[in-house]
T-cell receptor, first 113, second 113 residues
Framework: SQTIHQWPATLVQPVGSPLSLECTVEGTSNPNLYWYRQAAGRGLQLLFY??????ISSEVPQNLSASRPQDRQFILSSKKLLLSDSGFYLCAWRFGSPYNEQFFGPGTRLTVL | AQSVTQPDIHITVSEGASLELRCNYSYGATPYLFWYVQSPGQGLQLLLK????DTLVQGIKGFEAEFKRSQSSFNLRKPSVHWSDAAEYFC???????????WGAGTKLIIKP
């Protein structure tokens, strides 16, 4: 069966510091991968998605970036965090067909102080 | 443009009462429709999905949803809610030619004892 991992679960970082969040999927190959953010009390905002190694599509221009160095690894990064980067970050994967659901990881709670 | 509307930000129901959460979509072709649930601080879990066939779909945890093409709706129902159903519920639409899901803003369900 497939499993999706995210770490860390919780992170508190100062403004201006770098960020690296990692997402790993097990038990499948060539998944579509997604990074979402939820601000407090808000819905899901798609940040990035990837259909293959090295293929990243950005949905929202901002100071975040994503990389997919391996088939089942998806990394969200920032060189300098802003206060507005605080939120709940969710990674998801999906088999590459439109009628397949996305499967979500447990999320990372990021607080930027 | 495709869109998903969940008109109710919050809904409060008594434990044991019936529940209906509304979801309306805007999409030209037959959509792929999903309902997810998110408990506080957790990732999202798929409740049910529809992409063809019987328009009444059964899901996990006693939930069902009905696709009504004439009303562009995919409302989620449960005959008798339990306190453990308190969570946020998201409706989403998938598209044939896109890797993304279009998300509603979510409805927070509050259960009165």
């Amino acid at each position: 069966s497939q499993t999706i991992h995210q770490w860390p679960a919780t992170l508190v970082q100062p403004v201006g510091s770098p960020l690296s969040l990692e997402c790993t999927v097990e038990g499948t190959s060539n998944p579509n991968l997604y990074w979402y953010r939820q601000a407090a009390g808000r819905g899901l905002q798609l940040l990035f998605y990837s259909v293959g190694i090295g293929q990243i599509s950005s949905e929202v221009p901002q100071n975040l970036s994503a990389s997919r160095p391996q088939d089942r690894q998806f990394i969200l990064s920032s060189k300098k965090l802003l206060l507005s980067d605080s939120g709940f970050y969710l990674c998801a994967w999906r088999f590459g067909s439109p009628y397949n659901e996305q499967f979500f990881g447990p999320g990372t709670r990021l607080t930027v102080l | 443009a495709q869109s998903v509307t969940q008109p109710d930000i919050h809904i409060t129901v008594s434990e044991g009462a019936s529940l209906e959460l509304r979801c309306n979509y805007s999409y030209g072709a037959t959509p792929y429709l999903f309902w997810y649930v998110q408990s506080p601080g957790q990732g999202l879990q798929l409740l049910l999905k529809y992409f063809s066939g019987d328009t009444l779909v059964q899901g996990i945890k006693g939930f069902e949803a009905e696709f009504k093409r004439s009303q562009s709706s995919f409302n989620l129902r449960k005959p008798s809610v339990h306190w453990s159903d308190a969570a946020e519920y998201f409706c989403a639409v998938g598209q044939d030619s896109n890797y993304q899901l279009i998300w509603g803003a979510g409805t927070k369900l509050i259960i009165k004892p």
